[in-house]
């Protein structure tokens, strides 16, 4: 058990649309050997090829709403490639991937550094404690200087880089690689006519330096003026290995491949809330802070199976409405057809359907391992967050999945009266899946809840659902509100004197403030000398 959990590695690319994931991700299962996967359409290449058959809004759309686990097969190493849905997809469900995963892979556009959804993501993977490997794309075409890509992300996110690669001539006259630690250059050319650049060979030090002179001199100097790669300081989330690559012209991508082997961690033990006979923290999503994180005990690779869901999946077959639950298995060795129990109801659970799914043909998973997603089907009775465990040993429960600060809320209500008690049933559920955040303004009533959402598509799905599953048709006004708040009860009417703003309970019971915009918020802030908290990511 622990060499399997050994020669795993579970990773997400980060990044903002267009620096090139999709790119990067067909350009990795070029190197490798796609092996397995999970979930369903997974780069744009394959998108015309298969049809994701999740509803008629997914094609009206044309996104991939169902979010991806590849396994990669590199060498020795089972590679898990976690999408985190970028574009109109984006999604609390982008963030919720991220627990599941014990490395990122930092995706910029040469040109275009430090993105917002880049930053956000990364604001989840710091406060996770998740290690963050940086690859800048597009080094084929013009973009900003190397150094000053390097200086962007000591300032602005206080990362260290440590180069493992350099490029020799600029963005947008890519000569070659620099491998730092040894000298040596790939060197690449650009083919004739065409914008694209092919692989050339391999330069020893002096060559490389004979050949490129003063382009060569100057990679190896700008690099220098950086840290080496220091593993510890990589793993504690203060230093980045920093590599340069043009995903378009597979150029740089065997050497990420590689350093996700050598320095990504594989799946270790995890926070076990119920974990040395203990009964078990009860925190709620928001006070699952790196702290409890730290000091609640942890569950070994090696005890038996356990996993927690950290995505659900509706109506992915048309012709009957399932639910999937995407699980990252913990411990142990998950075997289909085996009998979990689902910690929160201490129910069993029957995995005679685990699935691999890839677009509309679904592959049954005989078996996986710590760091690998299965999907789960007839898994209504789960909840993101959910633990499940093999039965006859100790409870094992998981941390709860952090409620990511919403940007987006709207008033929902039922379009038809009499349909009341659908409304509500089918509100409570989608809450309970995490399909959008449910909140509960007094003052509107909870016939009147208000959703929150990290992205628009999340109420489309909601909408979707009330409508086609619960019978329940949903009127959404939407709300002029982007940031929320955690507030606590001293600071409760300061809140409430400030026109425009909002304070709404969530199902946990934890109370936000919603703000039209951060400067709504400063100036109240400043107004009333308090500091309400923020939420994971984004806010
Ligand atoms: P995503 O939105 O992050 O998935 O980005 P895509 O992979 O779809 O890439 C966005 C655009 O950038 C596409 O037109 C790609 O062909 C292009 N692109 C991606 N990688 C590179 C690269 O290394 N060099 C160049 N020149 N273009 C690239």
Redesign the pocket.
Known sequence: MRAEAARRRSIAVI?H????????TEALALHTRAIETAGAVHG?GNRAGVVSDWMEMERKRGISITSAALQLGYGGTVINLLDTP??ADFSEDTYRVLTAVDAAVM?LDAAKGLEPQTLKLFEVCRRRGVPVITLV?????PGQEALELCDELEQRIDLQPTPLTWPVGEAGRFLGLLDVAGGDVNTYERTPGG?ALAVEGHLAPSEARERFTDDYAHAVDSAGLLDTVDHESFLAGRTTPLLF?????NIGVRQLLDTIVDLAPAPGPRPDLRGAGGEGAVVSGADATTEVLRTAPTRPVEAPFSGFVFKMQAGMDPNHRDHVAFVRVCSGRFERGMVATHERTGRPFATKYALQVFGRDRETVEEAFPGDVVGLVNASSLAVGDSLYEPGGPPVRYPPMPAFAPEHFAAARAKDPSKSKQFRRGIAQLQQEGVVQVLVNEDRGDANPILAAVGPLQFEVASFRMEHEFSAPMALDHLDLSVARLVDDEDVPAVRRTAGTEIARRADGVLLGLFRDVWRLRSLQREHGIELRPLVAGG
């Open positions: 990044s649309p267009d620096a090139g994931k999709s790119t990067l744009k970028g574009h995706l794309n597009k080094w084929d075409r914008a690559g043009a995903a378009l012209a």
